[in-house]
């Protein structure tokens, strides 16, 4: 700090009562403060320059950029040669620029109250107001990560970088001064910066813009304020250029913005969950349903492409339909032989969806679709399994024109619509045959099958007939099979060694026949009651299995068959008859029960029914029944027993062996 005269003043514009600042001036020197509130500093100063007492320099402590350009205009009306220092308690770009703008002779940034007043007394000991010299002291006091001073013909005329990142640069800042936009920049980077220090200059405004820049670190990401200045510099108008690297926070935005995109396509993902599962109320056939899936996910606008194909009895792809801009890529897809879908037939053998974030580049993937997916612009794909209760139909594929498509929470949403779409098919499948009036009834004849009930047949000499089959709500397998030949304790014995079977029951055991209950690791039965078919008999004998199925009249009878050949190698196609299906109302079938239960069978039905017997917890026992019944007991449940079966039995009998 230097010395100065005992009679320097110090008019200190401030809202403060009690101001920090001139406490330290007055501590720290001689010099006298008067402190002056904003809206009386031009009457008090003009009184002083009237009197003759001006003061030695004028210090406006301020954060407002419209205080402080509404002052300094004020103040500089009547004290011309007066310095003017601002210093704002907090300091800021916006409060610096003001101060730049408003001539202000020097600026200080946010410091301690003791810092600030030592550099207040040295203006006071030399008292410079060289405008020109002016702006170099501001943004050497508010300097953001790199601030210029620059022509009107884009060349730098200053130059100041912090130390911190001076170090990125790849032309060193003093070798800048001199050099242009179009010498520093690319040509279209250069005319863009250019084209905004016009526009701050025309418009008397500050601008603002974001640009790209090569640093010893790679590239980076600025973003720079364009302040005009007021007068001219080397002849020149000219601008302040403050910019600050704000690469940390657009890779911040870059990632939230990713985020935002992904919660949006898992969205419309939703949505076309939700539409599928709209369209099994309409489409009135698997092609419908497929061809659905596909448009609507390529109207999303976030995927350029999307195929569908089935899986044959011989375990091979089929292309079915597709949809989307990238023709030549779906064109290469239809074309290829099979065999060569390497990400579609894992998707197929794994039941697990396949993702490839480079499809171009994956030599998995066949090279006339590589070439294909160059030309149209595709660079990632994801194959999702068509499954539903462990049948698995095929494979949806969809590709995209993005390399950041296939997030995780994204295929989550795929795996979903893989299911919805092969319960929809499932669905529609079943549906066509519960409202057929005319049906197919197909005979097929499978020969040395290697589940559990071919092997009985052969080793024992006996016939297996299958009462009942279908699956639980969590996938599990089960049937009920009739043994002709042979005594329960010894199916059960061979049922504990066999590998297909996972639990084995006893239901009845006779001298030479027995029923089990038989929960099986895989089956047949489950693979053709999913493609829409409804098995009416089967029986195996001596190593052969003989089963009546019924498919709708229009059903694909080459699709069903390459199913269960699929499950069963050695199948073939024996008869294939249309069937009538007699038409009953709901009176008639209730008639149709009636007619076989007795008069006591009936009663027994009616009181438990409406006494509450059938409730939980119960309103009447089974005593409260037989003595209003006047029977026994034992002579009630027996009554209900044989009534109950009989309708059950006309409910399950009629409705086939897979209900």
């Not at 790199?146 to 130059?159: C, K, Q, R």
């Not at 970088?161 to 170090?167: I, K, L, Q, Y």
């Not at 010893?216 to 302040?240: D, K």
Request: net charge negative; charged share 30%.
């Amino acid at each position: 700090m230097q010395d100065v005269t005992n009679d320097a003043t110090v008019a200190l514009i401030t809202e403060s009562a009690e101001s920090e600042l001139s406490s330290a001036i007055e501590t720290t020197s001689s010099v006298r403060v008067r402190t002056i509130p904003p809206d009386q500093a031009l009457e008090s100063l003009r009184a002083d320059a009237a009197a003759d007492e001006r003061p030695s320099v004028v210090v406006l402590e301020s954060d407002r950029p419209a205080t402080i350009r509404s002052v300094l205009d004020r103040v500089q009306s009547v004290l011309q040669t007066v310095p003017v220092v601002v210093a704002p308690p907090e300091g800021s770009e916006r409060a610096a620029t003001a101060a730049l703008r408003a001539g202000a002779s020097e600026y200080l940034a946010a410091d301690d109250p003791g810092s600030k007043a030592d550099r207040i007394v040295d203006t006071i000991a030399s008292p410079s107001i060289d405008k020109s010299a002016a702006y170099h002291r501001i943004l050497a006091n508010e300097l953001p990560d790199e601030a210029f001073v620059i022509g009107e013909d884009g060349t730098y005329f200053e130059s100041k970088v912090r130390p911190d990142s001076a170090a990125l640069y790849s032309t060193p800042q003093d070798e800048l001064v001199g050099q242009t936009f179009a010498s520093v920049f690319p040509e279209d980077v250069a005319a863009r910066l250019q084209s905004a220090l016009e526009r701050a200059i025309e418009t008397d405004s500050i601008q603002s813009i974001e640009y790209g820049a090569d640093t010893t670190e790679g590239r980076r990401r600025f973003e720079a304020r364009i302040v005009p200045v007021e007068g001219r510099i080397q002849g020149q108008r000219a601008v302040v250029w403050l910019a600050r690297d704000i690469t940390e926070r657009a890779e911040r935005e870059r990632r939230l913005q990713s985020r935002r995109d992904q919660l949006e396509t898992v969205n419309r993902i939703n949505q076309v969950v939700r539409q599928v599962i709209e369209t099994l109320v309409e489409a009135p056939t698997q092609e419908a349903i497929e061809r659905k899936v596909c448009e609507q996910l390529v109207e999303s606008e976030l995927y350029c492409g999307a195929w569908i194909a089935e899986r044959t009895g011989e375990g091979e792809l089929s292309y079915r339909t597709g949809d989307g801009a990238a023709q030549r890529y779906l064109e290469a897809v239809e074309s290829c032989d099979p065999e060569d879908q390497r990400p579609a037939q894992r998707a197929v053998t794994t039941g697990e969806i396949q993702r490839i974030d480079d499809v171009s580049g994956d030599e998995s993937i066949p090279e006339a679709i590589r070439e294909a997916a160059r030309a149209d612009g595709i660079d990632a794909a994801v194959v999702v399994p068509i499954s539903h209760g462990g049948t698995i139909y095929g494979v949806l594929a969809v590709v995209a024109d993005r390399n950041d498509t296939f997030s995780e929470s994204e295929v989550s949403g795929f795996q979903l619509l893989g299911e919805t779409t092969g319960f929809t098919i499932s669905a529609v499948k079943n549906r066509q045959l519960l409202f057929s009036d005319t049906v197919l009834e197909l005979e097929f004849r499978v020969d040395d099958g290697d589940t559990f009930t071919f092997y009985l047949s052969t080793e024992y000499d006996c016939t297996v007939s299958l009462e009942w089959a279908g699956s639980t709500a969590d996938g599990r397998i089960f049937q009920y099979v009739t043994v002709d030949g042979v005594d329960g304790e010894t199916v059960l014995e061979e049922a504990e060694n066999h590998d297909t079977i996972e639990e084995c029951r006893l239901i009845y055991d006779g001298t030479d026949s027995c029923t089990l209950e038989i929960r099986m690791a895989e089956s047949g039965v489950r693979t053709l009651a999913h493609h829409g078919a409804t098995i009416r008999d089967v029986v195996v004998e001596d190593g052969s299995a003989s089963v009546l199925v019924e498919v709708p009249r229009d059903a694909d009878v080459r699709e069903v068959a390459e199913a269960l050949k699929f499950v069963y190698e050695n199948t073939e196609l024996e008869a294939r008859r249309e069937v009538d299906h007699p038409v009953r109302t709901a009176a008639e079938r209730r008639d149709d029960v009636l007619d076989q239960l007795t008069d006591r069978q009936l009663s027994t039905l009616r009181l438990a029914y409406y006494s509450g017997f059938f409730d939980w917890p119960r309103e009447s026992t089974g005593e409260e029944i037989a003595e209003a019944m006047d029977v026994s007991p034992p002579t009630m449940h027996q009554h209900l027993r044989k009534g109950l079966k009989t309708v059950l039995g006309e409910f399950f009998e009629e409705s086939g062996g897979t209900l």
